[in-house]
Structures are given as C-alpha cells and as structure tokens.
C-alpha cells in the first residue's frame, strides 16, 4: 500500500534521485543483496475467506495451507520470532538476526516508493542515524526504527537525497524527496499487525 509520489506540477529535476523507483524495479536490480531461496513467514493475521494463508512467501505474496505446510517440512531453517515487545534496541550499531527477519516479515519488499524489491534482498537501514554513525543523532537499532531498502535506494537516502520520517515505528514511511517531491509507503508484509507497538521514532523527517 503506497501512495504517491505528488510534487509540483511541470518541470523539475527527472534524474533517477528526484523521482521514486518504477513500478516495475525488481529482484535483479544491480546493487541488491541475493538470498538463496524463498523466504517465507507464518501469521495469524492471514486474509480470510480466499483460501490462503497462513503462509506468506516474500516476493509472492499468501499462499495455501498446503503450501505453507509444504515449505515448513522442507525448509533449511525454521525460525520462532519473539514477540515485538521482546525485540530492544541492540546497543550497538547492527542488527541483530531476529531484528531482520522480523523485517523483512513486516516490510515484505524494499521500502522506497515504486520499488519492488522484495524485502530479504534488501539491507536493514536505520530511520534515524545511528549515534555509531552520526554522533549528533540518537537513533535505536531496534526493530521500530528500520525498514529494508535495496542496496540502490539505502545509498540515495544515506547520502540524504531522499528523507523520511515514520509515524508508527516504521510502518508508514513519509519520503520527501528532491524539488518538493513526496512519497507514502506502508509496510505489506505479514508481520505488520505484530509490528505495531504505538511509538514514534521518528519526529522531523530526516536522513540516516
């Protein structure tokens, strides 16, 4: 669920940084992070009344019980999340394994507008600079305050060419980009509801 991108009309600047990813950016664009296989999570909060679910794979979407039972006998690794409320900042500048599987569930693709690339070839990227990394900011490494970008999209907004700012810890992301343009993404994964803690980290949009 986006919306956007609006901007004035007419004009401006068309190069790549001024404007948000094509519908059609996907998993092989140059930059992004390979992952062997589908990755896939299990949810409670399946859609009802269409057969699918429980099982949601990243880059497909819900798939049957059948599917789901499928890929949990046959999977490499079969992993428990801890409850959000389990998942505190790190106290260091990386992620921790459950923090970017717990992501990538939530974000279900790359968070930047239009693009398409789903989540677990994405990089986990802090909404608010790390103090690791920016000793002027505060920003947690927790799970409230990431997103998965591609690799191309994490490079525009660490070199600040694109800001952005999350109400409710990292479910919606507000983007503002060059010469006015703006851009709302919402997280589409199956792990939204359980991500949901009524925080906000973010306060004035910012780059990390």
């Known amino acids: 669920g986006d919306t956007g991108p609006t901007g004035p009309a007419g004009g401006g600047d068309r190069s790549p940084a001024a404007r948000p990813a094509a519908p059609e950016t996907g998993p092989d664009t140059p930059g992004t ?5 589908p990755t896939g999570a299990t949810s409670t909060t399946a859609p ?3 057969g699918c679910g429980p099982g949601f794979v990243i880059g497909t979407g819900w798939v049957s019980p059948a599917t789901t039972a499928t890929l949990i006998n046959t999977a490499d690794l079969v992993r428990d999340l801890p409850d959000i409320k389990d998942l505190t900042d790190t106290g260091c500048y990386r992620f921790t394994t459950l923090h970017r599987a717990t992501a990538v569930g939530r974000d279900a693709r790359c968070r930047f507008p239009g693009c398409r690339v789903p989540a677990d070839r994405c990089e ?3 909404i608010i600079n790390s103090p690791f990394t920016d000793p002027d900011s505060d920003g947690p490494t927790s799970i409230r305050n990431c997103a998965c970008l591609c690799r191309t999209h994490h490079q525009l907004k660490t070199k600040k060419l694109w800001k952005v700012h999350t109400p409710d810890d990292g479910i919606t992301l507000h983007w503002a980009g060059p010469v ?3 851009a709302t993404t919402v997280a589409s994964g199956p792990l939204v509801t359980g991500c949901t803690t009524g925080t906000d980290p973010g306060g004035p949009a910012r780059a990390a």
């Open 48 to 50: 009802t009344g269409t």
């Open 180 to 182: 006015g343009v703006t």
């Open 33 to 37: 992070v390979p992952q062997p296989g």
């Open 124 to 126: 986990l990227d802090h």
